[in-house]
Nanobody
Framework: VQLQASGGGLVQAGGSLTLSCAISGSTFDGYTIGWFRQAPGKEREGVLVSGSGNRETLYARSVKDRFTMSIDNAKNTAYLRMNSLKPEDTAVYYC????????????????????????WGQGTQVTVSS
């Protein structure tokens, strides 16, 4: 299984951007998909997570009401839609996933723990100018 993240770029504050995460070697069926970001000099942090088959999404407080995730199963691609972007959203963004009900249950509590994800995309840079 491989993930490939794309769609990053430079955007002005207040603007929007959509990132893509394509899976190969599998579909997203049964997977939990998370988005993370890492700013220079900071640790990687969770942005949001959602299961492929349900609508429950957990968010970091800093992005709630601005970021959403969707999945196009026909394209085997998950999307991170980012609205009302702020300069502090500047970071390298990663998608990650893990399969199975047991891990999904664990992630309901520990969704931002990077060690609980098995597959990672390579990261895509998002820069928000003020």
């Amino acid at each position: 299984v491989q993930l490939q993240a794309s769609g990053g770029g430079l955007v002005q504050a207040g603007g929007s951007l959509t990132l893509s995460c394509a899976i190969s070697g599998s579909t997203f069926d049964g997977y939990t998909i998370g988005w993370f970001r890492q700013a220079p000099g900071k640790e990687r942090e969770g942005v949001l997570v959602s299961g492929s088959g349900n609508r429950e999404t957990l968010y970091a407080r800093s992005v709630k009401d601005r970021f959403t995730m969707s999945i196009d199963n026909a394209k085997n691609t998950a999307y991170l839609r980012m609205n009302s972007l702020k300069p502090e959203d500047t970071a390298v963004y990663y998608c990650a996933s893990v399969r199975g009900a047991a891990r999904r249950a664990l992630l309901k509590t520990f969704w931002s723990r990077i060690e609980y994800y098995d597959y990672w995309g390579q990261g895509t840079q998002v820069t928000v100018s003020s």
